[in-house]
């Protein structure tokens, strides 16, 4: 599900879940369980298997699992961006394609984006739910105000587009993506840990703030839109437009 390898100091955690590593409940679940295993390593390389990074959450799941799923679902997503967004040492995120709506949260969550192809956005209101506290105020965080289109737009933009407003650092040849990626988590690694650890906190500041204020209010009204049966419907249609 998560496979992990070590690169003299820098842990590469990488998604292999399927075709297209959806997020569903089981992978979110070994995010955070793997950067535990990972914890004395310098940096993190986050990276998938195939042709995409994660093609966001596994919709079919969450319309086969009713509200029950949905109920552990959601947690889940939210600790996993968390622990990534929050984690003290670098983490470059080496988006080998396509990353969007939760693969896109996991992308923004790492300190570094470099991206190969694919394209990437926030495509969670075409699917007709809204956002946790935890996966918007890291998009915040990563964009800033470019966050407004991205939300309420639901777009796949290009690794240019993406580039062109800060959610991507820079486009890299698939060829070299893996090396690029390891020589950028060595270069943020050469600051003292507990500095840049320290740093990092500071910048995150304003968005650790915010969720800790609004996720009481917010996060149980997006759960009622996730579980509810009008919700099921729209996303039935939705996945069914996808297979046409």
Request: overall charge negative; glycine content about 10%.
């Amino acid at each position: 599900m998560i496979e992990t390898a070590d690169h003299d100091g820098i842990a590469v955690l990488t998604l292999n879940h399927g075709p297209v590593n959806a997020l569903d409940l089981e992978l979110l679940t070994a995010i955070p369980e793997a950067l535990d295993a990972v914890a004395g390593a310098r940096a993190v390389v986050l990276t998938g298997n195939g042709r995409s990074f994660s093609a966001g959450v596994d919709l079919k799941r969450i319309v086969e699992g009713g509200p029950g799923y949905v109920r552990e679902f959601l947690p889940a997503l939210s600790h996993a961006a968390q622990r990534l967004f929050e984690h003290p040492n670098p983490v470059v995120a080496a988006l080998n394609g396509h990353a969007l709506a939760g693969g896109c949260v996991l992308a923004a969550a790492c300190d570094v984006r470099l991206m190969s192809g694919g394209t990437i956005g926030l495509t969670e209101l075409a699917a007709g739910v809204p956002f946790p506290t935890v996966p918007l105020e890291i998009m915040r965080h990563a964009v800033g105000p470019a966050v407004h289109a991205m939300v309420l737009g639901a777009a796949r933009l290009s690794a240019e587009q993406a580039v062109s407003i800060g959610l991507v650092h820079e486009i890299v040849a698939p060829e070299r993506l893996p090396d690029e990626a390891l020589r950028r988590a060595g270069a943020l690694a050469g600051t003292r840990p507990e500095v840049f650890a320290f740093a990092k906190r500071q910048l995150q500041r304003p968005a650790r703030e915010r969720i800790e204020a609004d996720r009481p209010g917010d996060d149980p009204a997006v759960l009622e839109f996730w579980e509810s049966g009008e919700t099921a419907r729209i996303l039935r249609e939705y996945l069914d437009s996808l297979r046409r």
